[in-house]
T-cell receptor
Framework: QQQVKQSPQSLIVQKGGISIINCAYE??????FPWYQQFPGKGPALLIA???DVSEKKEGRFTISFNKSAKQFSLHIMDSQPGDSATYFC??????????????WGLGTSLAVNP | DTEVTQTPKHLVMGMTNKKSLKCEQH?????MYWYKQKAKKPPELMFV???????INESVPSRFSPECPNSSLLNLHLHALQPEDSALYLC?????????????FGPGTRLTVL
């Protein structure tokens, strides 16, 4: 059972365009939603994260939009650049047994930005 | 310093070898994680250490043995691995397991089992 569903699986955008990646979750106990960026052969890097008491968070060209009632959140990359070409993972987490947090990952979106 | 370091970067081992992966962080984080990542898949959690104690083992085969010598170091001992264990092994750390939840990842060790 995929608790965090991510779409699209792959995305091609022209330089300067807007890249949009969507995620949907099922568990209303999730209270932290990060996005990670991963380049080939590298570890994931935390890009931006949001908590459910906020509907939008912006950091530079990256914006998370959060819709609590729809249980959806999305990443918008404005003015997309070839250097943004990478795999993007959404994730969600909550407090679990023993007060531990586990990240539940989406399956990833491979973004290619054409020059 | 916001870096998690991992050594070695690449490792090739036979099925009868014993090897170890190492991870280090100097951010004062008290939680450390081992993940396994296959190509084009998200990371899969293997182990979580909280305050140097093993708090989560995601039913990982015993041929993988984690160790946390102190709050800055995390090792993964490998023995009698199978070819299907070939993957990118990632270490991560966070301030604590119950805090903001921000996990910071190292660059990974690319493991090939022959």
């Amino acid at each position: 059972q995929q608790q965090v569903k991510q779409s699209p699986q792959s995305l091609i955008v022209q330089k300067g365009g807007i890249s949009i990646i969507n995620c949907a979750y099922e568990n209303t106990a999730f209270d932290y939603f990060p996005w990670y960026q991963q380049f080939p052969g590298k570890g994931p890097a935390l890009l931006i994260a949001i908590r459910p008491d906020v509907s939008e968070k912006k950091e530079g060209r990256f914006t998370i939009s959060f819709n609590k009632s729809a249980k959806q959140f999305s990443l918008h990359i404005m003015d997309s650049q070839p250097g943004d070409s990478a795999t993007y993972f959404c994730a969600a987490s909550r407090h679990g047994a023993g007060n531990n947090r586990k990240l539940i990952w989406g399956l990833g979106t491979s973004l290619a930005v054409n020059p | 310093d916001t870096e998690v370091t991992q050594t070695p970067k690449h490792l090739v081992m036979g099925m009868t070898n014993k090897k170890s992966l190492k991870c280090e962080q100097h951010m004062g984080h008290r939680a450390m994680y081992w993940y396994k990542q296959k190509a084009k898949k998200p990371p899969e959690l293997m182990f979580v250490y909280s305050y140097e104690k093993l708090s989560i083992n995601e039913s990982v085969p015993s041929r993988f043995s984690p160790e946390c010598p102190n709050s800055s170091l995390l090792n993964l001992h490998l023995h009698a691995l199978q070819p299907e264990d070939s993957a990118l092994y990632l270490c991560a750390s966070s301030q604590g397991t119950s805090g903001k939840g921000e996990q910071f990842f190292g660059p990974g060790t690319r493991l090939t089992v022959l």
